[in-house]
């Protein structure tokens, strides 16, 4: 069943490709005679390694969306720790990043948009075994509580969810272990690790251990994972951002609709996806797939965001001091290459 499915996807796309190169080739030689059709190429900055977090972006490959929108995809994992720089200044085309981040970077004067907003929960929370008694985020109070490093997500996400409870981070042992949330956590280094929810609980559940997760989305909104884009592109170029938007988008809705066919067209993409580990890996689809969507995407679309939960990051960051300016939550995002559901 598992090859029909990969031959029937083969198939697919090599006839989409195939129409679609006929209808370009044909539609270049009556505008252009002697010119032959080029695609756009475009760079875009993941800053992690291959996952199945990337879901639409490899779908959209596999599928051959990029190609029917004229652009050539190059994934670009370098790690580099400011993609919204190398968005501003042209160097990628697009980033992944979080909205947390574009709010740091419009106070700094860099001229960065979220042009496509993946996660429309913030994905982050805290983990704790569930013999450890820690019920809620009082329930840290004293404990040690590991987070990766003192920036990002994670720790944005742990002030929030401390400052709902009224509590700062002296009132906890704050630990920084890197990327060793689970580890850390089974070793009994630390007695709750900051963590995505769409990631290490569900590894942890499927390991058979018992886990309390505190989301924090259920506190308050928080932009989170979006595509990114600098002013110029957006200015320059918005044909190319449209497309580049539609395709993920109609990629992003294939995966929703067949996450299991999705899950296997990721394979040439991450090359650590296996039998062995697939279905573990689908749990963690299936649970990111959960942060994609509110009530707000059923009306307007796939990757909108709203200007009421820019305004309350924008606040709650202000009110942690993680930022000193007030910011124009406008000038943080756009909603204008979104596709309306039909």
């Known amino acids: 069943m598992i090859r029909k499915n990969r031959e029937h996807e083969a198939r697919v ?6 129409r679609t190169f006929l209808v370009r080739a044909l539609a270049a030689a009556v505008i252009f005679p002697a010119a032959a059709y080029a ?21 959209a490959e596999e599928m051959g969306y990029f190609e029917e929108e004229g652009i050539e995809v190059t994934f670009d994992y370098g790690m580099a720790t400011d993609i919204l720089s190398l968005a501003a200044s042209g160097a990628v085309e697009f980033g992944v990043s979080d909205g947390d981040q574009v709010i740091v970077a419009r106070e700094k004067g860099v001229p960065v948009k979220v042009v496509y907003t993946m996660y429309v929960k913030y994905p982050v929370g805290v983990v704790s075994l569930e ?14 509580v590991g987070t990766p490093v003192p920036y990002g997500s994670n720790y944005f996400g ?14 906890i042992d704050l630990r920084f272990i890197g990327y060793t949330q689970t580890e850390s956590l089974l070793s009994k280094k630390v007695d709750a690790s900051v963590v995505f929810v769409n990631n290490e609980p569900v590894v942890m559940r499927d390991n058979g251990y018992r886990v309390r997760v505190i989301e924090a989305y259920r506190v308050t909104p928080m932009v989170s994972a979006a595509i990114i884009a600098g002013e110029r592109l957006i200015k320059s170029d918005p044909g ?13 809705r294939y995966t929703l609709e067949n996450p299991d066919r999705a899950l296997l067209l ?29 009530e707000d995407i059923e009306t307007h679309g796939l990757g909108y965001t709203s200007k009421s939960d820019w305004e309350r990051s924008i606040e709650t960051m202000r009110a942690l001091g993680l930022i ?19």
């Open 13 to 18: 796309r090599r006839k989409r490709r195939t």
């Open 39 to 59: 695609a756009d190429d475009v760079k875009i900055a993941m800053g992690y390694i291959p996952n199945v977090q990337f879901a639409p972006y490899y779908v």
């Open 131 to 144: 013999k450890s008694g820690i019920a809620d985020i009082r329930g840290l109070e004293g404990k040690r």
């Open 158 to 171: 742990l002030l929030v969810l401390l400052k709902n409870a009224g509590m700062t981070l002296d009132d």
């Open 240 to 252: 190319l951002v449209k497309r580049f938007v539609r395709a993920v988008s109609r990629a992003s």
């Open 266 to 294: 990721m394979r040439r993409h991450i090359q650590t996806l296996t039998e062995a580990n697939m279905e573990i890996n689908r749990k963690v689809l299936l649970s990111s797939m959960k942060l994609w969507v509110d």
């Open 324 to 342: 000193e300016k007030d910011i124009d939550p406008e000038a943080c995002y756009t909603n204008e290459f979104i596709i309306p559901p039909r």
